[in-house]
């Protein structure tokens, strides 16, 4: 989109979006696509995407994980991070194209939302069943919870 008022520049079909992010600058848009996986696998593939202005795309990276219930970029949109129905968390890191250290299995059930502080040293995650954490990222390690009364659509 560019100009007041806005009009579309360019339009790319990366697949089902369910979530975009971009830079303050609008140099950089990062989307989490998901396409559909041949019969009888119902599941549906993630990808984490980064475009330029012009819509080129800059980066591609697939989770092999199926289930992906929510994903979050960094401000910056060097790392993105996923959670699935499982309840396991996984950090992206964008630049490299490749999963910075293991499944991090922070929930029993499956992950409703994510989100990520500016400076990706703290994530915050909900599951279904409206349990929250912060987490700090490096130490891979809870450090408050909480349960809330209903269940998390967002954050």
Do not use: N
Not at 56 to 72: F, P, R
Not at 126 to 136: E, P, S, T, Y
Request: charged share 25%; no cysteine.
């Amino acid at each position: 989109w560019a100009g007041r008022p806005g009009r579309l520049v360019k339009s790319v079909s990366p697949g089902e979006v369910y979530a975009v992010a971009a830079l303050p600058d609008g140099s950089k848009v990062a989307a989490w696509t998901a396409q559909a996986r041949p019969a009888p696998e119902v599941k549906k593939a993630s990808t984490y995407r980064v475009f330029d202005a012009d819509g080129k795309e800059l980066v591609a990276v697939t989770d092999k994980a199926l289930g992906i219930q929510a994903a979050a970029f960094a401000a910056d949109l060097s790392v993105v991070v996923s959670g699935d129905e499982s309840g396991a968390v996984r950090l992206w890191d964008l630049a490299k194209k490749e999963q910075a250290g293991g499944d991090w299995p922070l929930f029993d059930g499956p992950v409703a939302d994510l989100g990520l502080t500016p400076d990706k040293g703290r994530l915050v995650a909900a599951d279904a069943a409206g349990v929250v954490k912060v987490a700090d990222v490096a130490k891979r390690a809870v450090l408050a919870s909480a349960t809330l009364p209903a269940a998390v659509r967002g954050l």
